[in-house]
């Protein structure tokens, strides 16, 4: 693990392992960051507090791969034995854009949808991109590419842009 200096608002578990190469930006509004036990932030991978007041919570055993970009916005919760592919990208924030006399970068943002949370056990695929308002159920695939802005049920498989339910998870034998 990188050193990283002591930040308000930044908890790390001792057994999580964050990358010298990952990069994290805490929050000058209050916005807490937290990672879990177990939990890797592979290289590249960036974790920034902007756009909101949400936090970022990432649970216990989850892969944050690189290239991964986290933006707090209106707030990121992600499960334990999460699973993000090099790429992905939690945005969970709008432009406001509505004025035609007010560049859209000067507009602010656009009330939250809720921000984005994770269940436990959730796989999200390379280049994937998980939008405000953005519910993973439990045990939930998200394909490659997909962009998710809305809810996906408990063991479902989405994919697409937008995503939509290309199918479900199996048993195992004898469940």
């Known amino acids: 693990m990188s050193v990283i200096p002591q930040i308000e608002n930044l908890t790390i578990d001792p057994g999580a392992w964050i990358s010298e190469d990952a990069r994290i930006f805490p929050s000058?509004?209050?916005?807490?960051?937290?990672?879990?036990?177990?939990?890797?932030?592979?290289?590249?991978?960036?974790?920034?507090?902007?756009g909101g007041?949400?936090?970022?919570?990432?649970?216990?055993?989850?892969?944050?791969?690189?290239?991964?970009?986290?933006?707090?916005?209106?707030?990121?919760?992600i499960g334990n034995d999460v699973a993000l592919a090099p790429g992905v990208q939690v945005v969970p924030a709008n432009h406001a854009y509505a004025r035609r006399d007010?560049?859209?970068?000067?507009?602010?943002?656009?009330?939250?949808?809720?921000?984005?949370?994770?269940?436990?056990?959730?796989w999200v695929g390379a280049g994937a991109v998980l939008l405000d308002g953005a519910v993973i159920g439990r045990g939930a695939i998200i394909a490659a590419g997909a962009v998710v802005g809305s809810l996906v049920p408990d063991y479902?498989?989405?994919?697409?842009?937008p995503a939509r339910k290309i199918g479900e998870r199996g048993m195992a034998d004898g469940a």
């Open 102 to 122: 007010i560049p859209i970068a000067r507009q602010g943002f656009l009330p939250s949808k809720g921000g984005v949370v994770i269940g436990d056990d959730v």
């Open 156 to 161: 479902e498989i989405w994919g697409g842009v």
């Open 28 to 50: 000058v509004r209050g916005t807490r960051i937290s990672i879990g036990a177990g939990s890797k932030i592979f290289e590249f991978a960036v974790i920034r507090a902007v």
């Open 53 to 77: 007041t949400g936090d970022v919570i990432i649970g216990e055993r989850c892969m944050i791969n690189p290239h991964c970009v986290l933006y707090s916005g209106s707030g990121i919760r």
